[in-house]
């Protein structure tokens, strides 16, 4: 059994008793802390039937808290972050309880999101970051805390994110055969001006639903000062960004109990940015430019159909989806040493000097093509209720990626295609398929006349990685002696949760859960080698599979106009794979070149990792029209190997509020704290420890007729400076100009929309 150490106990559960009273955050109207979700147990659910942590944000929390990025929508959600690359990028991917990158699955109605990934290197170039839809698009987003592997299978070791779409009746409502939404939006840190049209229309068969959305904005000022070209330089990169969106979806209702649904949705970002703020291990590069542009489609059928003659509901889905990503990242280099073999070096040698133009080119793209089919069964066995639900999940993916680049040397006007000693274009692994198998089984069991419920869970997964080699891929493997191989993985993933209601007002849950992440093409076959530089990294064909095993217990209280939840929580992480620096020469598997032996890194798994911590929500309705809410976190996160601590996993926060809504009008003052960031991991480089803060937010809402609404909010109201270590904590290890990852000032956010 997995048991909370002493300082769990101290430490964390006084912290997260004291905000069942210290309520607040933003749930104005109706929320509280119950919802129905969906991402949970793959079907329509009650949130307080739910054995583990799960909450949501719903279209009327998005209405009122205007968020202006993926980011921006779990601000009030004390256990998640998202981190933002300051330099060019923007939001990034999803990190719960301290678990990220493809260890969260992520889906837009039911369909996965692109994998994130990360090439390295100081310009960032080499980035794919997904993103969801328009947040204008959204009907609500689920997010379910720890391993949900039973059901979703590989990447799911830490979470699942479940971005669900608007539907035409959620525009055209009730019994309105149309419906037309226009939004419109400014958020003043970055001058992003916002807007969208959503049309509805309804009848007894057939349902369409159009939506287009589209915001233009520059960068996001930060409170730093330095406007100086290069590493000391702490305000924002000058950038110009563009982010379109689509929704369309058809429903077809032939006769009673059937319905099809087509669905397309897609979404295009652009930035442009001028990078000034330079590192200073690129001394020599005097301009630098970034022209990045990331997009996705995805088309869906869907077929549901209740009351067959062996199941209640059936559910199938078959889907498409292309994302790509392409960067280009332009560089001048003035007095660098330029050699046609090596090309224009940042770095020290003995070649001639010269003043260099280079172009440097990033594709990724992941096509995605799946089927899925679920059934629900209900019935009685034994003297109890049965609702099953069990299913199959076919997936393939494939991921294509390719660097290119030229240089020009301005003196003599030669143009060559080779950077640090690698020939462009070339590929970081070779171009392949993934192709996924899971078959899930879970049975929703209640005993003693609903007071217990009990959720067996099992899921079986087989994986392979097949990699497609051409001789772009080919190149780096042959000169660095290595083969790109074959993989294969194959899983089971148990769970079982429960509940007891003690009463209708008090209830205790719990599970115990297993999640597990197959290794991904550029775990096992990555390649890549600098030789100017020296270094090289090489595949791992001996790859084991990452996983883990939860526990979560927790308890619910619905007295009144109170709601609330306090949960404790320890995950234990085994096999984590890790990026690592092997001991060279006398490693096995360190690259050597023309006999030279290379600095080398490669993914090996390592680190046994422990998070564990306690989170609490409560909401009071404590007078007409009043309400508080709140949320609070506190997590621990440990390498078990090691003793150190996780960088991952955010410091102690919370947050909390007042609302007043009378219908026509209404008010919220909103504060965030975090305490400062101290337990940190330095061994790669002295990160910045991020102090605790306080940041006052409000907002005001006032609606002139029923159909119309004003929001009005003002963030950081006390201009205060302040850092999230989820964004320092991916910058450069250099403790110069840290303001450059400073959040905005005092800003404004102001919305509009009008339902017709």
Known sequence: MLRPCARFSRRAIPLALISLFAVSAFAAEEKALRDTVVTANRHATDIDQVNATVTSVRREDIDRRLPVDDADLFRDDPDISMARDMRRHGATRVNIRGIEDNRVVQLVDGVRLPDYFNGGGPTNYTMNAPSGPMLDFLKQVEIVRGPA??????????????????????????DKSYGVRVRGGYFGASDTLSG???????????????GYAQANGSETKNQGSNSNYGPTRTTANPAETEDRGLLAKLVFRPVTGHKLTASLEGREQNAQT??????????????????????????????????????????????????????????????????????????????????????????FEQQTTGVGLQLESMFQLGGASHLLTYGIDIMRQRVETKRDGRVLNVNTGAVTYGLAGE???????????????????????????????????????QTRLKPDVDALAQQVLTIINRPAVDKEFSHVSPKLGGQWRFNEELSLFGQIASGFRAPNYNEVNGAFRNSAQIYASSPNPDLKAETSLGVEIGLRANVGNVRAQLTAYDNRYKDFIDNVRLNCPSDPNCVRVGGTPYTTYMYRNLSNVRIYGAES?????????????????????????????????????????????????????????????????????????????GINDLAAWFRPTANTRFVVAVNNVFDQKYWYWADIRQADTSLTGVDFYSQPGRNVRVSFQADF
């Open 423 to 461: 020939t462009y274009p070339l590929r970081d692994f070779a171009n392949g398929v993934t192709d996924t198998l899971g078959v899930y089984v879970q049975d929703e069991i209640s005993l003693f006349a609903n007071r217990l419920s009990l959720t067996p869970g099992l899921r079986y997964d």
């Open 617 to 693: 929500r409560a909401s009071w309705a404590f007078a007409r029209n009043w309400r508080v809410d709140g949320a609070i976190a506190y997590a621990r996160g440990e390498n078990t190997d090691t003793g150190v601590a996780i960088n991952t996993v955010e410091p102690l926060r919370a947050s909390f509020g007042l609302a007043y809504d009378v219908g026509q009008w209404g008010g919220e003052w909103r504060l965030r704290v975090a305490k400062g960031k101290n337990r940190v991991d330095d061994s790669g480089g002295a990160w910045f420890r991020t102090p605790g803060y």
């Open 196 to 210: 969208s049209v959503i049309v509805a229309l309804r009848s007894e068969r057939f349902d369409v639903l159009l």
């Open 149 to 174: 592997s039973s059901l979703y299978g590989s990447d799911a070791i830490g979470g699942v994110v479940g971005y669900l779409t608007l539907n035409p009746e959620d525009i055209a409502k009730g």
């Open 274 to 363: 001028t990078i000034m703020r330079m590192p200073a291990s690129l001394s020599r590069v005097t301009a630098m430019s970034g022209d990045d542009e990331s997009k996705r489609t995805r088309f869906g059928l869907e077929y549901e159909h209740k009351d067959g003659l062996f199941y209640d509901r059936l559910l199938a889905r078959a889907y498409h989806q292309d994302a790509e990503t392409n960067n280009g990242n332009y560089q001048t280099r003035s007095n660098a040493r330029y050699s046609a073999a090596t090309g224009c070096s940042a770095s020290s040698g003995s070649a001639p000097l010269a003043t260099c133009q280079i172009e440097q080119l990033f594709h």
